[in-house]
């Protein structure tokens, strides 16, 4: 459901661009049968699938469980999530002096509120959200129910209508055919005599494309000027407008609410008249004027009831907003009937970025059997290695380095769930070291956060927490990350060596690799930063140092950057009924699974209760104080109806129960899983 609105805005916003570009290019380019191309794709543009990918996970966004309630995510949690920061300065710094303390701890305080207050905004918004969807999708279902049950109801009833009406006489069956022979209609119409019908129109709801020709103005007119009209309403038969007719009312039925539909139906029906009405100058070049005073009669004897414009599969021979377009059109001679080369290029060109010229493909992959319920591995490290679990090369830039003499960090590759570094994914960092220095020191891979109000939170938090304190980190709290994962770091000894480590990319700054001392409160002596986009630091703090060379990156995937198969155990589950989880394979940087690591998760769910959910990876934390932490976006996935297969990257970052739940605003079941205290039974 939640796919069908974005499906529906992003087509919306853009069918509505792309309808000014039109607009203004016809009034520009004057050429009736390139306008009716065009403003038919825009209409087709309303169903067609979006070029660009849509992720609309954030509306789906769920939080970790309680401590008290392993089932239920709530908003506070939510909010929890999305404050919780601990972010690191890489540099000297220097303490606050005590006369700012106070100033100081008041802006903290000031821009928490302000945090606080935007998240709880953000998360009552979304509950909003979540309420109000099923009533707009039934109002819009329901609307469209009704136009779909009146158009059938209207074309049913003109079908009768016209079973009892008149053929023509064999004159006019005689002129049409030779008017349709002139043309080239091979399939020619029936034509009817009908008292009730204001205008003459082209109908092809029926089985038999048919002329409705109105008595009271057949009266008024000369067989010449009855050819002419019969000429109209054949071009419509020899140009299909009558598939652009099934065409609007696809549309239109589905799109009932949105008042752009109706205004390009409006701009194609004006563009068709103009069509046919040079085909008509085509055939019947001698008779321009004649052809003139066929309209303004029409006009004239057009009723008030206006029944043929309620016909949503007939063309009718006129309507009022085009008449002083369509006369100034007849009497010049510039238009052609056809589209030249030059035009069919321009609307293949425009169809091209109109319509989706390719179709994404997502590779299947096997289900395990519906009665596996718990699909175990043996633990340790696995015979043979599978490829990279993470999906993307990430094409990086060499940013600022600054070492101490013979230190060097060099990376050869990273791999992560999105191939540019942006907050919410997690990375994997390849490289080699030589630490020449010191004997011994700790490599870290972190991120320096240049957002202020991340900082002075963690300011905040630091003073609470006095007997906090992670190796590598200095005494200042600007500097301090909070708790990192042990897969973020490693010890380094002198001489040359190589590491492989994981970052958890949380909010936006500067990625770096850095070697830190083993002392208490202990600094950066040296790094190496890279990244893509604006997340190079170019310069590195408070030096003249500039980039280092390029770093090269491997083109041929490497192997499984999870070293360890997790023998993991099930625990306890809770589904709605036809709901199920099932994990089939699990690999991480430990072979238990103990806080600190990173964990790959493989499985297929079976979602019957919803038509959407989200499915996601966290953690029950013991201590209801450590259910609050960052959020990745590689640890949630949309479910749809159905069956379906998932790959989720899970970071246990606290002592607890791990679980695979289904989310649509709360927690509606899951299945809880993990290795020896970490399983709940």
Known sequence: MND??????????????????????????????????????????????????????????????DARDPMIADVSQIEGQQAESRPQLVGPSTAPAPAQETATSAKE??????????????????????????????????????????????????????????????????????????????????????????VPLLWCAGRRPTIVLPMPLLRQLDDQQAALILAHELAHLRRCDHWARAVELIVSTVYWWNPLVWVIRRQIHEAEDLCCDAWVRWAFPDCTRRYADVLLKAAESLGASHRCARLLPASPFLRSLSLKARIEMILDSRFTPRVSTRSRFVIALFALLVLPSFVE????????????????????????????????????????????????????????????????????????????????????????????????????????????????????????????LKVQRLDANRGAGTFRLFLPFTYGGFPHVSFCSLEKGGATFGGNYFGTGDSVLKRWWNTDEKRAAPATNPDTPTTS???????????????????????????????????????????????????????????????????????????????????GTFTLFFPMSCEGWPHLSFYAGESFGGIYFGTGDSLMK
């Open 109 to 198: 305080h000031e821009i928490n509120l302000t945090n606080i207050e935007s998240t709880n905004f953000a998360a009552s918004l979304r509950l909003f959200w979540i309420r109000v969807r099923p009533v707009l999708f039934w109002f819009w279902l329901g609307g469209a129910a009704g136009g779909a049950l009146v158009a059938a109801t209207r074309i049913m009833r003109f079908e009768r209508l016209l079973r009892g009406t008149l053929p023509a006489s064999e004159r006019l069956q005689r002129l049409t055919l030779e008017i349709a022979s002139k043309i080239g209609v091979r399939r020619v119409p029936d034509v009817r005599y009908v008292e009730c019908v204001d």
């Open 561 to 643: 950057d999870f070293p360890y198969v997790v023998k993991y155990e099930q625990g306890k589950t809770q589904f709605l009924d036809g709901d199920k989880i099932t994990i089939l394979e699990i690999h991480g940087t430990a072979d238990t699974m103990t806080p600190g690591n990173i964990y790959w998760i493989k499985g297929t769910y079976t979602l019957a209760s919803h038509e959407q959910a989200t499915l996601a990876a966290s953690t029950t934390a013991r201590e209801a104080r450590d259910g609050i932490g960052p959020w990745h976006k590689c640890q949630t996935t949309v479910a749809n109806r159905g069956d």
């Open 361 to 484: 493909t997502t590779k299947t992959e096997a289900r395990a059997d519906s009665n596996d319920e718990a699909a175990a591995a043996p633990a340790g490290k696995p015979e043979t290695q599978a490829t990279s679990q993470f999906p993307h090369v990430v094409k990086f830039e060499q940013g600022a380095t600054h070492f101490a003499d013979g230190d060097k960090i060099t990376i050869l590759e990273v791999r992560g769930t999105a191939d540019t570094f942006t907050p919410g994914n997690i990375y994997c960092v390849k490289g080699t070291y030589t630490l020449a220095s010191r004997d011994r020191a700790i490599l870290l891979a972190s991120t320096t956060v240049t957002d202020p109000g991340i900082i002075s939170a963690h300011v905040r938090e630091y003073r609470l927490r006095s007997d906090y304190f992670t190796p590598g980190f200095g005494r200042d709290p600007g500097n301090a990350t909070g708790d990192e």
């Open 4 to 65: 069908l609105f974005v499906f529906a805005a992003h087509n919306a916003v853009v069918a509505l661009v792309l309808a000014l570009f039109v607009y203004g290019l016809t009034r520009v380019w004057r050429n009736p049968p390139v306008a009716h191309v065009l403003w038919l794709l825009v209409l087709l543009k309303l169903m067609a699938p979006p070029v660009m990918h849509v992720d609309c996970s954030a509306l789906w966004l769920p939080g970790s469980t």
